[in-house]
């Protein structure tokens, strides 16, 4: 019997190489474990339980959109959702089946990447670049907003130019604002104090990171956040892993919503997802650049 050549052993051994850095690069190593280990792992009565949700709206274009959106929150008193687009920096309201109601612009955000409601008429936008947290305040009549007058937060934390903050998240209960760092390092910071809601009280804001939980996070990067109030878990959305991640209370994933074709009732993958929200009935929307609107639901049992 023949042993194999030098010149094959080095090709099989470079190639073993290769699939190992691929499986690392796309934590596939991870992903794996985590779907062996649902096999085992008892029901989250509290949990959402994406693996049970289907598209019932997939790649609408959203008409009179053509910049990319970017980010997504569910406004539970207008019944509404918002978005952020950062070409033309525009804050943009959308019906819940995805048409535009109305436009607000933006001047002096920056590269506006991520919005959130956070109380009546009250939402947070961020400026990925310069990592600044900007509250503003809209009504029926607001047609333009200027970050010069509005309450601003800059971090300046691990900055690393448009791998900035691409994602937020508001647990109203705790008064703990969610920030996603995208990637290089992926990260998601809890920021307490911002916005100042007691001015009868000294500013003060304290930002605190989780370690463990980030390391948990087997996606490539961080696109949106969702903090769901009724279960006090959190979604983390990515672009690149097409994946939506559900974590519980201590931070590990529970749940996945994959967003590719064939999964989930889904005909073809979603291009370029940057924005999730959900609202109270627990119906997902997810948007995709440059201007894709989706729409995800639990069947009713």
């Known amino acids: 019997m023949r042993r194999p050549r030098p010149l094959v052993l080095c090709l099989m051994l470079v190639a073993m190489l290769v699939a190992g850095f691929v499986a690392q690069h796309f934590r596939l190593f991870e992903r794996t474990w985590f779907q062996i280990s649902l096999l085992w792992?008892?029901?989250?009565?509290?949990?959402?339980?994406?693996?049970?949700?289907?598209?019932v709206i997939q790649g609408?274009?959203?008409d009179g959109l053509e910049d990319d959106v970017s980010a997504l929150t569910y406004d539970p008193l207008r019944k509404s959702l918002f978005t952020v687009t950062n070409q033309k920096s525009e804050l943009v309201e959308l019906s819940l089946d995805g048409r535009v109601l109305r436009r607000i612009g933006l001047v002096g955000f920056g590269d506006a990447e991520a919005v959130e409601?956070?109380?009546p008429n009250t939402y947070v936008i961020t400026d990925e670049r310069q990592q600044r947290l900007i509250k503003v305040t809209i009504d029926d009549n607001t047609h333009t907003l200027d970050?010069?007058?509005?309450?601003?937060?800059?971090?300046?934390?691990?900055p690393s130019g448009n791998k900035g903050f691409e994602g937020l998240a508001y647990d109203s209960a705790g008064k703990r604002l969610f920030v996603a760092k995208e990637r290089d390092p992926m990260l998601i910071y809890e920021v307490r104090g911002f916005p100042h809601d007691n001015p009868q009280q000294p500013?003060?804001?304290?930002?605190?990171?989780?370690?463990?939980?980030?390391?948990?996070?087997f996606v490539r990067?961080?696109?949106?956040?969702?903090?769901?109030?009724?279960?006090g878990h959190l979604l983390a959305l990515s672009d690149e892993s097409k994946?939506?991640?559900?974590?519980?209370?201590?931070?590990?994933?529970v749940s996945t919503l994959s967003l590719k074709k064939g999964r989930h009732g889904l005909e073809k993958s979603v291009p370029q997802a940057e924005g999730v929200?959900?609202?109270?009935?627990?119906?997902?929307y997810v948007v995709s650049e440059p201007n894709l609107f989706y729409v995800f639901k639990k069947p009713k049992e």
Do not use: W
């Open 41 to 55: 792992q008892s029901t989250d009565a509290s949990a959402i339980n994406l693996g049970d949700y289907r598209a």
């Open 60 to 62: 609408k274009k959203i």
């Open 117 to 119: 409601f956070i109380g």
């Open 147 to 158: 970050a010069a007058q509005a309450e601003q937060l800059t971090l300046g934390i691990n």
């Open 203 to 217: 500013y003060a804001t304290h930002v605190v990171s989780n370690p463990r939980r980030d390391a948990r996070l």
């Open 221 to 231: 990067d961080l696109s949106s956040l969702q903090f769901d109030e009724r279960s």
């Open 243 to 253: 994946l939506l991640l559900e974590l519980n209370l201590d931070g590990r994933p």
């Open 277 to 284: 929200a959900m609202d109270e009935e627990g119906t997902v």
